[in-house]
T-cell receptor, first 113, second 113 residues
Framework: NAGVTQTPKFQVLKTGQSMTLQCAQDMNHNSMYWYRQDPGMGLRLIYYSASEGTTDKGEVPNGYNVSRLNKREFSLRLESAAPSQTSVYFC????????????FGSGTQLSVL | EDQVTQSPEALRLQEGESSSLNCSYTVSGLRGLFWYRQDPGKGPEFLFTLYSAGEEKEKERLKATLTKKESFLHITAPKPEDSATYLCAVQAWTSGSARQLTFGSGTQLTVLP
């Protein structure tokens, strides 16, 4: 029962470096999401994919790109990391239309120096 | 713009000392209100969905209630294992379709033995 798996769990980058956060779910969910969580702030949606082949911007998309590789996998890319992108990143998936129960991964803690 | 405010930010209780967490919200048309539990170093875990004022949901020592302006998460006779951050989120209707979730910043609950 893996659920939603994120890699890596921790990452330290220098300003300007790039990296990709990986996410995979084994629950056959159509919708997948990327959130960031910062101290004192609620989870904020970066990008989401309502179904395979589609992606849409969320509340804070600047500086990020996403790829819905297939139904299972949804990756988040930072092309040129900035200190403001230091955060904990969560991937989530959702069962289906009208059901807003999200299943979250365990997160990636990213520090940009 | 949808807004969610949770209070208090942090709460320390003695084991067995009942209390309530508050989630105040402002949305144009509520589709649903959600409670999640988040343990340190983990992703949020779904607890409840409430759809209309007057609705209540229960799970073990937790009971969630909903009014037109706020939701309460009542914790009865808490145990140390109830220690976690509790997140509230709302989803609103817009032009006949559902918006993405808006999360509050959470209440960090500590239950002392």
């Amino acid at each position: 029962n893996a659920g939603v798996t994120q890699t890596p769990k921790f990452q330290v980058l220098k300003t300007g470096q790039s990296m990709t956060l990986q996410c995979a779910q084994d629950m056959n969910h159509n919708s997948m999401y990327w959130y960031r969580q910062d101290p004192g702030m609620g989870l904020r949606l970066i990008y989401y994919s309502a179904s395979e082949g589609t992606t849409d911007k969320g509340e804070v998309p600047n500086g990020y790109n996403v790829s819905r590789l297939n139904k299972r996998e949804f990756s988040l890319r930072l092309e040129s990391a900035a200190p403001s992108q230091t955060s904990v990143y969560f991937c989530a998936s959702r069962e289906g239309q009208g059901i807003e129960k999200l299943f979250f991964g365990s997160g990636t803690q990213l520090s940009v120096l | 713009e949808d807004q969610v405010t949770q209070s208090p930010e942090a709460l320390r209780l003695q084991e067995g000392e009942s209390s309530s967490l508050n989630c105040s919200y402002t949305v144009s048309g509520l589709r649903g209100l959600f409670w999640y539990r988040q343990d340190p170093g983990k992703g949020p875990e779904f607890l409840f969905t409430l759809y209309s004022a007057g609705e209540e949901k229960e799970k073990e020592r937790l009971k969630a209630t909903l009014t037109k302006k706020e939701s309460f998460l009542h914790i009865t006779a808490p145990k140390p294992e109830d220690s976690a951050t509790y997140l509230c989120a709302v989803q609103a209707w817009t032009s006949g379709s559902a918006r993405q979730l808006t999360f509050g910043s959470g209440t960090q609950l500590t239950v002392l033995p």
